[in-house]
């Protein structure tokens, strides 16, 4: 079972393959951005390419193995013999570095390739499934490297603990187990609660359970946009009778979906608040307001009336310049450095800069994870407008 393209062993056959085995060594070598070659070139220099790493591959690769082709733009080796961890990173290592000094020409073109190589090691039916995996937690970080997949790493316990929260997640909605609870924000000049960030958690047999938990499993599931409808159907209900503004988390998910507006407006209308009680707090990072749709979105709600806050401001990709071009009305400093404003000097600089900003751009500021006095007493002296922490309120179903 041959390859008609690249001439080598074909999909079918490495099944064959690893069928006989009971065990081995497997390298899943998938090529870096072959979608960009296919793009800029054209097909056919694709394949003219796929040809050329097949011919090199074959040249390359260690005597003891088997080269096939799995898909497009990936190849497989396979070993039956027993290879230490070090003599399986020899191997990558090898391979990557030879195509690291060549490149491959393809009509009168110079192109040069790279690979993502996933290893994995032992029962010859987990083989490619467990290299899969290994490439997909090696991406995340980075290219033209090898992984080798660990049972016990990070990434695959999360993903084990993703699989559980999805059935759990499914039980949430089918048995309404999706709650919103509660935390005051106080007034850093008034000393009384304005508002209250409005928080999922799932109820399970009487526990208690936080996003962190099931947020991951929700977008896997295609659910989070359910959990945000819940949540605003709750918290619309519960504020209804009192004066108090209320912020609601929106994720990206939520706003590439574009139901939000008509949603809100609806239990506006159903339960009779004003737009200007209710805060929609963007969870994803700032990179969101390059989107020229969201930024319709953001700016057709505050046209409606809505608040607008960003939050975790300070984490990843949050930058001044972007912040300053869409002017929210609440920007929230990530609680990582409120945690360790006492202690920790960068902290105290990066809260003092994001304060001086937000004041001379008439933003107001919330502190996150204010749990102590010291902490607050430091929050109140550098300016900041609002505070929220457990030294004030945990959230809980009800509010005060």
């Keep these: 079972m041959i390859d008609t393209l690249t001439g080598i062993s074909n999909r079918f056959a490495l099944m064959e393959y690893i069928k006989s085995m009971k065990e081995g060594n497997l390298f899943l070598l998938d090529i870096d951005n072959f979608n960009n070659i296919n793009n800029i070139y054209g097909l056919e220099v694709a394949d003219e390419i796929l040809v050329e790493v097949a011919r090199l591959l074959k040249i390359s690769k260690p005597n003891s193995t088997e080269l096939f082709r799995l898909n497009s733009d990936e190849f497989v080796l396979v070993s039956k013999e027993f290879m230490t961890k070090k003599e399986l990173a020899t191997t990558a290592s090898s391979i990557i570095s030879f195509f690291d000094n060549i490149d491959i020409s393809v009509d009168d073109l110079d192109i040069k390739i790279s690979f993502s190589i996933g290893i994995s090691v032992g029962d010859s039916k987990s083989l490619l499934n467990h290299a899969h995996v290994a490439i997909t937690e090696l991406r995340k970080h980075k290219r033209a490297a090898y992984k080798i997949y660990d049972q016990n790493s990070t990434y695959i316990l999360k993903q084990k603990e993703n699989v559980y929260w999805v059935d759990k997640i499914k039980s949430a909605f089918m048995d309404e187990n999706i709650t919103a609870y509660f935390q005051p924000i106080i007034n850093n000049k008034t000393k009384k609660i304005e508002k209250y960030e409005c928080l999922v958690r799932i109820i399970d047999d009487g526990v208690t359970i936080p996003p962190i938990r099931f947020l991951e499993a929700s977008r896997l599931t295609g659910t989070l946009s359910l959990v945000t409808k819940q949540i605003i159907e709750q918290s619309f209900k519960k504020f ?128 996150e994870f204010v749990h102590s006095k010291e902490v607050q007493a430091k929050i109140v002296e550098l300016g900041i407008d609002y505070s929220q922490g457990y030294y004030f309120g945990e959230p809980r179903a009800d509010i005060d």
């Design 240 to 367: 209804s009778g009192t004066d108090y503004e209320f912020s609601i988390n929106i994720t990206g998910t939520d706003l590439h979906l574009d139901y939000l507006e008509e949603y809100l407006l609806s239990h506006v209308n159903k339960y009779n608040i004003k737009p200007s009680r209710v805060v929609l707090e963007i969870l994803e990072d700032i990179n969101n307001l390059d989107d020229p749709d969201i930024i319709k979105q953001l700016d057709s709600f505050r046209e409606n009336g809505f608040n607008i806050a960003i939050d975790d401001f300070g984490s990843e990709n949050s930058n001044f310049s972007r912040l300053l071009d869409f002017s929210p009305d609440y920007l929230k400093i990530d609680g990582s450095f409120i945690k360790n404003i006492l202690t920790d000097n960068k902290s105290l600089i990066i809260v003092e800069a994001i304060v001086h900003i937000c004041k001379r751009s008439n933003i107001k500021i919330i502190a």
